[in-house]
Antibody, heavy 121, light 113 residues
Framework: EVQLLESGGGLIQPGGSLRLSCVASGFTFSNYALSWVRQAPGKGLEWVSDITGSGGSAYYANSVKGRFTVSRDNSKNTLYLQLNSLRDEDTAIYYCARDGYGSESYPFDHWGQGTLVTVSS | DIVMTQSPDSLAVSLGERATINCKSS????????????LAWYQQKPGQPPKLLIY???TRESGVPDRFSGSGSGTDFTLTISSLQAEDVAVYYCQQYYTTPYTFGQGTKLEIK
């Protein structure tokens, strides 16, 4: 059974930093690209970032480019998102999701339960 | 960026009746060399992560009831629930995975009339 489990969320002041983790199980981790998707309270879904299975390529939404960094450790089956220079508008539930297989783009077929990041002074 | 626009924003349908949600992309998400539309539909219930329902515009994910169907190509897509059940109350999102940034529609809230 595919499982994704996020952690690392919490309350952080504007300008602060946080690192989110997503531990995966139930599939060959390095074969799949993974994405981070966020959802502000009461709002819709916003794709944040994607990283290829090897970790060789990463992609970002314009809203987080230069502030967030995605990475992965395939030996630990873990995906990370480093959040720097946090703003109020980054407050959201952050989900990790499995997407592409190999070089092909695929929909997000498995999602974690999410971790809440609250940016507030 | 590809902008995804759903209509309507909310919808109330009687139990057993048909529900139809539309999604329009600002540019085609059809990859001609692969003959596929890179368009997915998700269902999200309160307090839960989204769940994949439909991908490649019309392929039902394993375990999804056959009352859910997807259609369309290029820039115009539709999610249809043929006979609404109480458990279908949720917010529905379309998404293009044709190119980054992957983008979602704003969501359509489906309720029981």
């Amino acid at each position: 059974e595919v499982q994704l489990l996020e952690s690392g969320g919490g309350l952080i002041q504007p300008g602060g930093s946080l690192r989110l983790s997503c531990v995966a199980s139930g599939f060959t981790f390095s074969n799949y690209a993974l994405s981070w998707v966020r959802q502000a309270p009461g709002k819709g879904l916003e794709w944040v970032s994607d990283i290829t299975g090897s970790g060789g390529s990463a992609y970002y939404a314009n809203s987080v480019k230069g502030r967030f960094t995605v990475s992965r450790d395939n030996s630990k089956n873990t995906l990370y998102l480093q959040l720097n220079s946090l703003r109020d508008e980054d407050t959201a539930i952050y989900y990790c999701a499995r997407d592409g297989y190999g070089s092909e783009s695929y929909p997000f077929d498995h999602w974690g339960q999410g971790t809440l990041v609250t940016v507030s002074s | 960026d590809i902008v995804m626009t759903q209509s309507p924003d909310s919808l109330a349908v009687s139990l057993g009746e048909r529900a139809t949600i539309n999604c329009k992309s600002s540019q085609s998400v059809f990859y001609s060399s692969r003959s596929k539309n890179y368009l997915a539909w998700y269902q999200q219930k309160p307090g839960q992560p989204p769940k994949l329902l439909i991908y490649w515009a019309s392929t039902r994910e394993s375990g999804v009831p056959d009352r859910f169907s997807g259609s369309g190509s290029g820039t115009d897509f539709t999610l249809t629930i043929s006979s609404l059940q109480a458990e279908d109350v949720a917010v529905y999102y379309c998404q293009q995975y044709y190119t980054t940034p992957y983008t979602f529609g704003q969501g359509t809230k489906l309720e029981i009339k």
